[in-house]
């Protein structure tokens, strides 16, 4: 049988010893430990027990933990915490043991609960969360600084061979730049990189103005949203 070690963590010691002595009744659940939120010891306790299930602050002492939140508050701003904090479920107080056997049981094999009521909010959160990320991000961050100058003088309508004696490089670099530009941004030809480009901000560099002879590449940085 595979048996889950668990480490109880409550402010309260009562709390802690009626769940451990209702918990031990299991044949697969394993109480290793109780601690209280607040003993300095407890990061440690998290390493050398390897619990299975303990509170989202001590994600950082044993990684490889499932997270399960038993709480009695009904606010789901803190469900919505605890879920970005990594907790993989959120069960009331109100539920019985029977229940809460069942959640340890399936967040242990990669499930996660939260309260039905909770979840739809918890949902459109985490999704806002990821869409402020994907929109905060610059999809030119993959491309190295000599990629960018490649990309800045295609967005200017220049072709290889120009591009090459600005930069003063071969053709064939420019090849190999523009492959390695293609495949950084998942595009296919020159209009779709420089259409990427554009809508990621991209400022094109200043050039020096020409008095005569090869011009002279002037640095620039890229612009951001």
Do not use: N
């Not at 907790?87 to 229940?99: L, R, T």
């Not at 600005?166 to 495949?183: A, K, N, P, Y």
């Amino acid at each position: 049988m595979d048996v889950r070690r668990l480490l109880l963590v409550d402010d309260y010691r009562m709390v802690t010893e009626a769940l451990a002595s209702r918990l031990s009744a299991a044949p697969d659940l394993w109480v290793a430990g109780c601690c209280s939120t607040d003993d300095p010891q407890l990061p440690e306790v998290v390493r050398w027990l390897r619990p299975d299930e303990v509170l989202a602050r001590l994600k950082a002492a044993w990684p490889a933990a499932h997270l399960v939140v038993v709480s009695g508050d009904h606010d789901v701003a803190h469900a919505v915490e605890a879920a970005r904090a990594g907790a993989a479920a959120w069960v009331s107080k109100e539920q019985g043991a029977d229940e809460l056997e069942t959640v340890l049981r399936g967040v242990c094999q990669g499930h996660s609960w939260f309260p039905p009521q909770m979840l739809g909010e918890i949902l459109r959160e985490l999704r806002d969360d990821i869409r402020r990320a994907q929109e905060d991000s610059d999809p030119l961050d993959v491309l190295s600084p000599r990629e960018r100058d490649v990309l800045a003088s295609m967005a200017e309508g220049k072709r290889g061979r120009q591009i090459a004696e600005e930069l003063l490089i071969s053709t064939d670099t420019v090849r190999t730049h523009t492959r390695s530009i293609f495949t950084k941004l998942d595009v296919h030809s020159r209009l779709e990189a420089v259409r990427v480009a554009r809508a990621a901000g991209l400022r094109l560099p200043e050039r020096a103005p020409v008095t005569g002879g090869r011009p002279t590449p002037v640095p620039y940085g890229p612009g951001r949203r």
